[in-house]
């Protein structure tokens, strides 16, 4: 049976606003106390969603956007279109091919990652790619866009958002990567790093402790309801189903740009370099809510969902 070395060796081992380029890693003296970050943040996230503006509303690239069906319900992931770009382009012809059509999700931990693809590596990869470079992390360049948590990262200088995703950046080297936040989608691989090839998988729980070490190229945006429903696998067998019958088929991946304007989910993302994202992490940071007596001025890059609504018509 085809296994990823690497995701069974890590998950065994687990089991027993600064501005961006600034160049600071710890929090800034110059941001706002916890009290006066509060008088700034009158509106709680639910209300600074509700009251941002159309124009702060972005429809993403159906070129970027995967629809995975599952008899659960269907998943929809945004994948990146600044970073990986041949792991984007390795699953776009592996899609356009129906590669993935009958397939399963055949290996899924509670808590870690739902593995899909082809559980017993015999299925011909068509014009695909038998193995892929690792893109764990890439290049800071001046054309990328990054909003800044504002307060210090466990397992990065900076963490933030890049374009819709969760991101880490290293201010010494300038690599910058995405995160692997719950519904994070990603390639698995072998020990060797330039391993990977078909084998997909979605974090059921942040897996920080994976970044820089597999390649995350997309996010699941809709349905991780559904991507929770799946079964799961005993831990004494490295999350893989043995019941073959209990395994989750995958009726079709396809890319929405190759689907009917009438078959797709008319779905909007929150700009994250708009002006309402910036007032969602301050007050995300600060719950400006009555409810709350402490307010920490601090965020966990991966609490902060990114918005999303279907759009309306």
Excluded at 133 to 157: I, M, R, V
Excluded at 182 to 204: K, V
Excluded at 291 to 301: I, S
Aim: net charge negative.
């Amino acid at each position: 049976m085809r296994a990823l070395v690497l995701l069974w060796v890590v998950f065994g081992l687990a089991a027993c606003g600064q501005e961006a380029g600034s160049g600071a890693s710890e929090k800034n003296p110059e941001a706002e106390t916890t009290e006066e970050a509060v008088a700034m943040t009158v509106r709680g996230p639910g209300q600074i969603v509700a009251e941002a503006v159309a124009e702060e509303w972005v429809t993403p690239d159906p070129e970027r956007i995967l629809y995975i069906d599952v008899p659960q319900g269907r998943i929809v992931v945004l994948m990146s279109a600044d970073l990986a770009p041949n792991h984007v382009a390795q699953v776009q012809t592996l899609a356009r091919e129906g590669y993935y059509d009958g397939l399963h999700f055949y290996r899924v931990i509670e808590g870690f990652v739902a593995q899909g693809g082809d559980a017993k590596g015999e299925k011909p990869k068509g014009s695909a790619k038998d193995s892929l470079k690792a893109e764990f992390t890439d290049q800071w360049h001046d054309d990328l866009s990054f909003t800044p948590l504002g307060n210090p990262d466990g397992y990065a200088d900076m963490a933030g958002y890049i374009n819709g995703f969760p991101a880490g950046r290293d201010l010494d080297d300038g690599e910058i990567w995405l995160a692997h936040c719950t519904g994070a989608f990603a390639f698995g691989r072998d020990t060797p790093r330039d391993s990977a090839s078909t084998e997909f998988y979605i974090t059921l729980q942040p897996q920080r402790y994976l970044d820089r070490n597999l390649t995350v190229f997309g996010r699941v945006i809709w349905g991780m309801e559904h991507v929770q429903a799946i079964p799961r696998g005993k831990p004494g067998n490295g999350g893989v189903i043995e019941d073959e019958e209990r395994w989750t088929e995958i009726s079709s991946i396809r890319l929405a740009a190759d689907l009917p304007e009438a078959e797709r989910l008319n779905l909007e993302l929150l700009d994250t370099n708009s002006d309402s994202f910036k007032d969602l992490i301050l007050a995300r940071r600060n719950r400006p809510e009555d409810f709350f007596y402490y307010r920490p001025d601090y965020l966990d890059l991966c609490q902060l969902a990114l918005p999303v609504r279907l759009k309306e018509e």
